[in-house]
């Protein structure tokens, strides 16, 4: 079992920067892909970015990839999500998720893994 708790989440004004964290307990997250997807109200919950623990690739959604980095700490299980340029759009509770076997990074249900969110809000 992989426990995850993000946190770094709160109220920013556009084009402002936050940093996401990540933060794993149970297993180390090594041989994982680690994913953030976000939620808005009212609408579904969509890929934002993704990153192979081994290795470091990443993965970005259209809307971010200009804007966001993701980074690891090996010392800390944790991953983190770098989001500057801060938009009202990217308003959104954000989730982290880890999965043994992701072949498509942008589909939620194959992840293994999530947390509980952090909210994020960006004032125009």
């Known amino acids: 079992q992989v426990q995850l708790v993000e946190s770094g989440g709160g109220l920013v004004q556009a084009g402002d920067s936050l940093r996401l964290s990540c933060a794993a307990s149970?297993?180390?997250?090594?041989?994982?892909?680690v994913g953030w997807f976000r939620q808005a109200p009212g609408t579904d919950r969509e890929f934002v970015a993704a990153?192979?623990?081994?290795?470091?690739?990443?993965w970005f959604a259209d809307s971010v990839t200009d804007r966001f980095a993701l980074s690891t700490d090996d010392a800390q299980n944790t991953v983190h999500l770098q989001m500057d340029s801060l938009k009202p759009e990217d308003t959104a509770v954000y989730y982290c998720a880890a999965g043994l076997s992701v072949k498509r990074v942008t589909t939620l249900r194959q992840y293994d893994y999530w947390g509980q969110g952090t909210q994020v809000t960006v004032s125009a």
């Open positions: 149970g297993r180390t997250l090594e041989n994982y892909i």
């Open positions: 990153i192979r623990w081994s290795g470091g690739t990443t």
